[in-house]
């Protein structure tokens, strides 16, 4: 007689992608290098995710997926400046591949690769222009309505809202600027929210209540240091008291991901990032496709894989680094299960693993990430393990009831805590900040008896988006990281400087239609923001 196997136990996993960055549109200019971060985003993530739902849908693939969208992305995808410059942006890069077509005829390992990425630039053009009319929002709401893609959003510029807490009201006006924007793009609201940076301070639940979020999602000790000793650990959600659940973030399959060292991307097959022929060919060759003609910059064709330690770059393989993500999402499949059966025997209720990451991870910066993911909704789609695909939404309907506690203040910073978006690179933004928030909260609050002519509707709605595009938790972090440190100290003087440009004119009475006008086109984000929304009376 043989023995039968132990049933394996059964567990839900949840993976959120978080799409955010920040509002860069720069119409005074022909062309501005920081436009690439989304052209570049658009190109080896957004799209290629968009190529992965297509071809769940196809396949009827039963799988779960959850997108958070920023609301300065969904601005930005909707822009019609960018998007013209976005095309211009692919067939330029359509002309490098060609070129490198004909360049590296002796060299057939090389030219195989040129041909695979002209194949990709097409691919990209194709989808964009093609099947979806250049409206990338459109192809999200087209999943979102099949049931399997649940999309949510975040605060209205990624302000950090543990840092922007000395006023209540520039927390509500972040968050419901972004609600709203999400419900002019979607058409309803979101029922997730994910906090810039994952940044929660205790109280917060409040506000998102009053915003109608019934979950939002916190890092690891933001849920094990509650208030009340959490008896699933991360593994199930948190009350906090008003009926908004806070989800904690799986360090395990975090560090799967994530970790330097030990997580997938870093394998010796993968492409490596780094290895570019914008950095890498002669300047005269390479000028017509890098900023200015001699700044040199990303191109997106890249040869070398990570190979591994000090050795020299070793050619990229394509088929060996797909053959080598279709089996790291096994692995990454395997170790939820196992993870599910040791937790299964514990818990009173079905385990939920949940494993958020930056979106641009998958297809920027790990360039076969997106294959990744769709080789794991795949095989979570064919229940054949425990593992179960499941949104927060449906696990909330699924198990109503959780364990009331409030969670501990938290980010998925450096540390766990707010120092990345507050030391000494950047500390001097916040009392600037804070400044502004009170002369705009004093300007809504002083005007609401009076009868505004529509220039001075105008230029207070404008001083309400400068404080918005301002409060952006970008620019901190680029300030501690050190990359493009002077464009992040430009773009924060700006706002502030325009802001406070408003601000007098409105209140000596003199405004300037024409810079005004200047302005709004500069800034055209957010067309609905009403500044009598920062009056904390209201």
Known sequence: MTKSLPRSGQGFLSIILHAHLPYVRHPEHDSFFEENWLFEAMTECYLPLIGVLDRLQADNVDYRLTLSLSPTLMSMLRDELLQTRYLKYLHSRLELAEKEIIRTRKQPEYQKLARMYRRFFLSALNTYQDCYQGDLLAAFKKHQATGKLELITTAATHGFLPLLNVSETAVRNQINTGITTFKANFGHAPSGFWLPECGYYPGLETVLADAGIEYFFVDTHGVMDASQQPSNGVYAPIDCGN?????????????????????????????????????????????????????????????????????????????????????????????????????????????????????????????????????????????????????????????????????????????????????????????????????????????????????????????????????????????????????????????????????DSFRKNRINERYLTALEIMDNIFPDIDFRDYNPSK
């Open 243 to 503: 009926g908004v659940a806070a989800f904690a973030r799986d360090p395990e399959s975090s560090q799967q991901v994530w970790s330097a060292k030990e997580g997938y991307p870093g394998d010796a097959d993968y492409r490596e990032y780094y290895s570019d022929i914008g950095f890498d060919r002669e300047l005269d060759y390479i000028a017509p496709y890098i900023l200015d003609g001699k700044t040199r910059i990303n191109t997106g064709i890249k040869y070398h894989r990570v190979t591994g330690g000090n050795l020299p770059k070793e050619n990229y393989n394509p088929r060996q680094a797909r053959a080598k993500a279709y089996e790291h999402a096994q692995d990454f499949i395997d170790k939820r299960q196992r993870q599910i059966d040791r937790l299964s025997a514990t818990m009173d209720s079905p385990p939920m693993i949940v494993a958020p990451y930056d979106a641009e991870l998958f297809g920027h910066w790990w360039f076969e990430g997106t294959h990744w993911l769709e080789c794991v909704l795949r095989l979570a789609g064919e229940k054949t393990s425990g593992v179960q695909l499941s949104s927060c939404s449906d696990y909330l309907k699924r198990q109503p009831s959780a364990q009331v506690a409030t969670p501990a203040a938290s980010t998925w910073g450096n540390q766990g805590y707010s120092g990345y978006w507050i030391n000494e690179t950047n500390d001097w933004i916040y009392p600037l900040l804070h400044k502004a928030e009170v002369e705009m909260e004093k300007l809504a609050r002083d005007v609401q008896k009076l009868t505004l002519t529509p220039l001075q509707t105008r230029a207070l709605n404008q001083a309400a988006r400068s404080i918005l595009l301002a409060q952006a938790s970008d620019w901190p972090f680029i300030m501690k990281s050190g990359t493009t440190i002077d464009y992040a100290n430009k773009r924060v003087t700006d706002h502030l400087a325009r802001f406070n440009y408003l601000h």
